[in-house]
């Protein structure tokens, strides 16, 4: 629960009231600091949704629904996506060829297909250790409005609460929907971590599903790849093992090779008659005492320039 720092200009700040828990018996205020969402990469959807900065560390989506609701009705809040959400990044279930084919080739699947391949990949993720996730304390948030009107609707609201004095109560009406902390959480955890051998079981062979297949799928695009030509029309031919091409920077690089001995053997070319390589041999020479005489003259220059400075006594 952080203290009430300096008002900035551009964040409105929302105080919540936090009420008495058994571990700390005492109601505290905690301010959260809101503003349009305005990230470096703009989004479709940045008109209707809020930055949102020093989130409780118990925050759930069902807390800040009914947050929300308290503030300007029920309808207007959609979802929200926390910080740690944004950073975990989920298990590649891409072998290392499908991964690096799939930058240079996209295919539009069907969407049954596609539904189904979800359905796999999900079925391959190992299940959750815990029944509710707790925050990195002063930790941020993007929240998705219905509309933009909504967004104006809860500043509005927000710069109202500090006339009114009321401020909406943390957690109410969402102690039904939302897992407890305490001695159950840690209990459920402990019986999540230790799954039985059936769902470990299930989990790889559906890890190894998704995985052949898309394994398969890539030796079918590199057959295809390595036949493709390239923007002069021709198909570059490297090495390969039985099962796949070479990779393509290899393919990329084997062609600059290539233009760069070309341009060599053109180079070359320019200079193929003897009396020709004697004319630009002598010219060379005749550059090299040129400038060698020059240097010599200044030299001599600065010798003399030397020899007649005299010290004042």
């Known amino acids: 629960m952080a203290t009430k720092p300096t008002p900035s200009e551009e ?3 929302l105080p919540i009231s936090i009420p008495p828990l058994p571990s700390y018996p005492v109601p505290a205020t905690h301010y959260v600091y809101l503003r349009r969402n305005a990230p470096k990469i703009a989004t479709p959807d940045d008109s209707r949704s809020l930055y949102l900065a020093n989130v409780p560390v118990d925050s ?3 807390h ?3 947050l929300f609701a308290s503030l300007v009705g029920a309808g207007r809040f959609e979802s929200i996506t926390f910080e740690q959400d944004k950073r975990s990044a989920k298990t590649s279930h891409e072998p290392a060829q499908a991964e690096r084919l799939a930058k240079h080739h996209k295919k539009r699947k069907r969407e049954d297909e596609e539904l189904q391949h979800r359905k ?12 509710r996730e707790l925050h990195r304390s002063g930790s941020s948030a ?12 809860v500043l509005k609201a927000v710069k109202k609460l ?3 004095k009321k401020y909406p109560i943390w957690g109410e009406g ?6 407890t902390f305490g001695a159950q959480w840690l209990k459920d955890h402990n019986k999540l971590s230790y799954p039985g051998n059936d769902v470990v079981q299930a989990v790889v062979d559906a890890y190894f599903t998704v995985f052949n297949r898309k394994e398969e799928k890539a030796q079918q695009l590199a057959k295809r790849l390595r036949n493709e030509p390239d923007e002069d029309g021709f198909v570059m031919v490297t090495r390969g093992g039985r099962n796949a091409p070479a990779r393509r920077d290899e393919a990329e690089e084997a062609k600059q090779k290539m233009l760069d001995k070309q341009q060599k053997k053109k180079d070359e070319t320019q200079d193929f008659y003897r009396f020709q390589l004697r004319e630009r041999r002598k010219a060379e020479q005749m550059e090299l005492l040129k400038k060698f005489d020059e240097d010599r003259k200044k030299v001599q220059a600065m010798r003399e320039k030397r020899g007649k400075f005299r010290p004042e006594a």
């Open 162 to 164: 500090k006339k009114s």
């Open 174 to 179: 969402v102690k039904a929907s939302v897992p």
């Open 60 to 62: 759930t989506e069902a």
């Open 120 to 131: 796999e990949e999900a079925a391959a993720e190992l299940p959750n250790t815990w029944t």
């Open 11 to 13: 964040f409105s700040t």
């Open 64 to 66: 800040f629904r009914a």
């Open 142 to 153: 993007v929240a998705l409005l219905a509309d933009e009107k909504s967004v104006d609707i």
